[in-house]
């Protein structure tokens, strides 16, 4: 079955080319143009794209010509895949291309994808919101080139010491290591950093606050990098008892299951 003349904004996941929706998936297969830009998209996805479908690469194209590539076809009634590597609504720069889209009244259907940031947590085999430990995960960046407002400064965010996801983030390690210092993190928090999570190169380096910068000069770390910071990521944890969550506690009662104290 055809698909409707609109722009389909499909999350391709974080590079394994089976770790996209189903839904996302069939898009790319039926889709009459395919648009994807990032390094990041894995080609076997784009290799799905059926035998009729226009693939445009859009790297070098700027916000416009990308609009009108989308304008054209959905105004010759075609449909749009516009592929994008991890969840599209994180760092994905899609606000710009719907607001365009919204001023031709091109409609649009987004189709959310794996984030890194859940890639890296699947990665590392790791909770990201432990029991008595944290039941929050930040998701955020270093400033660099692109500013971060003021109130959402690194040193202000940490302060709440719970899992703090960073992306866009590996050059600007000793700055990151600064502002969690100076929130009062031990320098002795784990923090991992998967780079590349579920290509065939992916590299996991785990480190400490301390060590943080030279780990990542050492690995040569420097771009596709997911840093995950907090006690959340010690990888000793599985191995202990104390943070047990209440939901398979057989003292514990909750709506859908009586706990056996509570009901002998
Ligand atoms: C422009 S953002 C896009 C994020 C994407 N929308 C997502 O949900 O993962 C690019 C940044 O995402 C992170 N990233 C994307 N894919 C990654 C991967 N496979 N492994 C580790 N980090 C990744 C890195 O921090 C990279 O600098």
Not at 32 to 61: C, F, K, P, Q
Request: proline fraction near 5%.
């Amino acid at each position: 079955m055809a698909l409707e003349p609109k722009v389909y904004i499909v999350g391709a996941g974080p590079g394994d080319p089976d770790l996209i929706t189903v839904k996302g998936l069939r898009l790319i297969g039926q889709a009459d143009v395919i648009l994807y830009t990032d390094s990041l998209v894995n080609e076997e996805l784009i290799a799905r794209a059926g035998d009729h479908a226009e693939v445009h690469h859009s790297s070098g194209m700027d916000l416009e010509e990308m609009v009108e590539i989308m304008r054209e076809a959905v105004a010759a009634g075609k449909s749009v895949a516009r592929v994008h590597t991890g969840d599209p609504s994180v760092y994905g720069a899609i606000l710009e291309q719907m607001a365009l889209l919204k001023r031709h009244r091109i409609p649009v259907e987004i189709i959310p994808g794996v984030s890194s940031v859940f890639a890296a947590a699947a990665v590392l085999q790791a909770e990201l919101t432990v029991p008595d430990l944290t039941q929050t995960v930040i998701l955020t960046r270093a400033e660099g080139r692109t500013p971060v407002p003021e109130r959402e400064q690194l040193r202000d965010l940490a302060s709440h010491h719970c899992t703090v996801a960073l992306f866009l983030s590996a050059t600007l390690a000793k700055k990151v290591v600064k502002e969690f210092l100076e929130a009062g993190w031990s320098e002795h928090t784990p923090v991992a950093v998967v780079q590349r999570a579920t290509w065939p190169d992916q590299k996991v380096v785990r480190t400490t606050l301390k060590d943080l910068d030279k780990d990542l000069r050492e690995a040569g770390i420097r771009m596709h990098a997911m840093i995950l910071a907090g006690w959340a990521l010690d990888p000793t944890l599985v191995d202990r008892d104390e943070h047990r969550s209440k939901l398979y506690d057989k003292t514990f009662t909750h709506g859908y299951r009586k706990g056996v104290s509570a009901s002998e």
